[in-house]
């Protein structure tokens, strides 16, 4: 089998908001990466052996005492290195260069232009002028400016505003450039970042869903030998990946347990037992607790109560029913490569982490059970694919995220069945025809909220008073922050009707206009 991790480029993060695209990008280019803090140990720099280092942008100036200085270990290492943005800056002054904290900020869209035919930019262009200058429409985002060439280096590529916007050392295989190769808005950045990881890295192709798979499949299976496994499966994207992944390797080792709230999505319980018992042949075992959710919550309207109800409840099935099962040894997690940087600041090995929000984190310690985590390395457009390639139906792996509580924290105030039901039928419509209408995987997420306040309205004859349904659909990369969809009129008249048509309880729907900040994308 190929080792998919032979060929690993390190990233080192200064602390740029786009540090996880650069490692996306890199991964889209089919080669493994890990991002390690920009202070990091330098035996753990070492130890890494990269292929190749990017350094990353950073708030940081290098002008300032208390900036961040390139690791020595970057450069004893005698790999291709490539600075973006704040890494540029490091390397201009790591290399003597004078760099000045500019009247010339830059933010936003700009054009450089290529110069010197070097092996990172060679060929790569958006467009040529009439003088026959290769152009790149780029993302700009700097304070700080490189004002001198640092000595041996040769002029990349500049810009207006920054005549020194990229240089390099072609012998010593050093690369940098001032603009973000990694954000979307730079269009040839895929290529750029092509040409770093392959041509001058000399990175291999093999970091492929196919072989994600085949590799996940197999470590887990050396991991867990023999042991029994137990996991908790949500419905959500992550755990059931993790449910495939683990039943391809162990088979009948593996024990999931599902804990239904009846705070699920229209239909969820029955698709994920489908999906898994039914189709797959993963032993599962369904725990219908509704009426235990329900009661638990019964005269609770404080969101964060009712929040801690959810999840001390859930752990307190899980607990019951993981005791029923016999010998078991590990305990399977859906923890995700984002979850490991967040939580640890970043993969410096000093911690273990446990997905802070993931639902059965707190069981036992008298359970003495160990760790696996097949997704640890996987980013979540890298889970979807690992999924496909497993087997998951793409609606499943496709899902929009869903929140711990579930209904929950989408049913405002207390909790209570008939509620519940109408919930999950309206989000049903507006999600039914957000496939329908091809917008579903166009959106990040999208769902209803119930609200129990009464409005008046008038169907037919009658005079209606009944309850309000909001419609949240929002569009983002990170979750951290977020815009409102502007879906089509049309579209949304579609669903506010149906949804009136159908539900006799609900007389008026809105839609949410409010963008993250400063509305977070739950309502609760
Ligand atoms: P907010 O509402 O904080 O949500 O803007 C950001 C993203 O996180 C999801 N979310 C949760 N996910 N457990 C989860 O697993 C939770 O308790 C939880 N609360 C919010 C939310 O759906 C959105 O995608």
């Not at 650069?22 to 330098?42: K, N, Q, S, T």
């Not at 790149?136 to 041996?152: C, I, N």
């Not at 000399?202 to 798979?213: M, R, T």
């Not at 449910?243 to 999505?265: K, N, P, S, W, Y």
Request: hydrophobic share 40%; aromatic share 8%; charged share 25%.
């Amino acid at each position: 089998m190929t080792d998919i991790h032979a060929d690993r480029i390190l990233i080192l993060d200064f602390g740029s908001q786009f540090t996880q695209l650069i490692a996306r990008r890199v991964r889209e280019a089919g080669v493994y990466c890990e991002i390690y803090a920009c202070d990091a140990e330098p035996a753990l720099i070492t130890a890494f052996k990269p292929s190749g280092v990017i350094l990353s942008g950073g708030p940081e100036s290098v002008t300032d005492a208390t900036q961040y200085p390139i690791p020595q270990p970057v450069f004893d290492l005698n790999v291709p290195v490539l600075g973006i943005c704040y890494g540029m800056q490091a390397l201009a002054a790591y290399f003597g260069a004078d760099v000045a904290s500019a009247d010339h900020s830059e933010f936003g869209y700009a054009t450089v232009r290529a110069r010197g035919h070097s092996a990172l930019l060679k060929d790569i262009q958006d467009h040529v002028t009439d003088e026959g200058y290769g152009m790149l429409d780029v993302w700009m985002s700097h304070g700080d400016r490189v004002e001198s060439l640092p000595e041996g280096f040769k002029l990349i590529a500049s810009t207006d505003n920054a005549p020194i916007a990229g240089f390099a050392d072609e012998q010593r295989h050093i690369y940098a450039l001032q603009f973000h190769i990694e954000v979307t808005h730079t269009k040839q950045g895929a290529a750029i970042v092509n040409r770093f990881v392959h041509d001058i890295c000399g990175c291999a192709n093999d970091w492929q869903a196919q072989s994600i798979a085949a590799d996940g499949v197999a470590r887990a299976r050396e991991q867990v030998g023999s042991a029994n496994v137990l996991l908790g499966l949500s419905g959500g994207v992550d755990s059931s990946v993790v449910a495939a992944m683990l039943h391809q390797a162990i088979g009948e080792q593996l024990t999931c347990v599902f804990v239904d709230t009846g705070l699920l999505r229209y239909g969820e319980g029955d698709q994920v037992m489908a999906t898994f018992s039914e189709s797959l042949g993963v032993k599962v075992i369904r725990v219908n607790a509704e009426d235990e959710f329900l009661a638990a919550l019964k005269g609770i309207d404080d969101p964060e109560q009712k929040r801690k109800i959810i999840g001390g409840l859930f752990i307190e099935i899980f607990e019951r029913e993981a005791r029923k099962i016999d010998n078991v040894q590990y305990l399977a997690q859906g923890t995700i490569y984002p979850d490991v940087i967040e939580s640890a600041g970043s993969a410096t090995g000093k911690a273990h982490v446990i997905k802070s929000h993931h639902n059965v984190g707190g069981l036992p310690a008298d359970m003495k059970l160990k760790l696996v985590e097949p997704l640890r390395e996987l980013f979540k457009d890298e889970v979807r694919l690992v999924g496909r390639e497993l087997g998951l139906p793409a609606e499943m792996v496709d899902r929009h995220p869903f929140p711990g509580p579930g209904l929950g924290v989408r049913i405002l105030g207390e909790v209570r069945k008939d509620f519940a039901d109408t919930l999950r039928r309206a989000d049903h419509i507006f999600i039914q025809e957000l496939r329908q209408h091809d917008l579903y995987n166009k959106v990040s997420q999208a769902f209803a909220v119930f609200l129990p306040v009464k409005s008046v309205g008038v169907t037919g004859d009658g005079r209606r008073y009944a309850h309000v349904i909001c419609l949240r659909c929002v569009e983002t990369t990170d979750f951290m922050t977020a815009g409102w969809s502007r879906l089509p009129d049309d579209f949304l008249d579609i669903v506010s009707r149906r949804i009136i048509n159908e539900l006799d309880n609900v007389s008026r729907v809105v839609y949410d206009i409010s963008g993250k900040p400063p509305a977070t994308i739950e309502w609760e």
